[in-house]
């Protein structure tokens, strides 16, 4: 399904550091680390951070409400 990549390797790894990324942001800690720019998508890491977690959070409650 759509969550198949976070199963990998390099997923676990982007859905760790957007975990990080956001938490320390949200708490202050260093929170101007988010405004860096992703160069490859030109966005903020703090908007890759949330965009990956609205992503997998929506598609495992969906999963998991849905039974697909």
Same mark, same amino acid.
Request: positive net charge.
């Given at each position: 399904? +759509?969550?198949?990549?976070?199963? *990998? !390797?390099?997923?676990?790894?982007?859905?760790?550091? #957007?975990?990080?990324?956001?938490? +320390?942001?949200? &708490? %202050?800690? #260093?929170? !101007? &680390? *988010?405004? /860096?720019?992703?160069? @490859?998508?030109? /966005? #903020?890491?703090?908007? @890759? $951070?949330?965009?990956?977690?609205?992503?997998?959070?929506? *598609?495992?409650?969906?999963? !998991? &409400?849905? %039974? $697909?």
């Amino acid at each position: 399904m +759509l969550t198949d990549w976070t199963h *990998t !390797r390099w997923g676990q790894g982007v859905v760790g550091v #957007s975990i990080l990324v956001l938490g +320390l942001g949200h &708490f %202050g800690r #260093s929170p !101007r &680390f *988010t405004e /860096w720019k992703v160069p @490859v998508v030109g /966005w #903020s890491l703090g908007t @890759v $951070a949330g965009g990956v977690g609205v992503l997998i959070g929506a *598609t495992i409650l969906y999963d !998991r &409400f849905t %039974g $697909a």
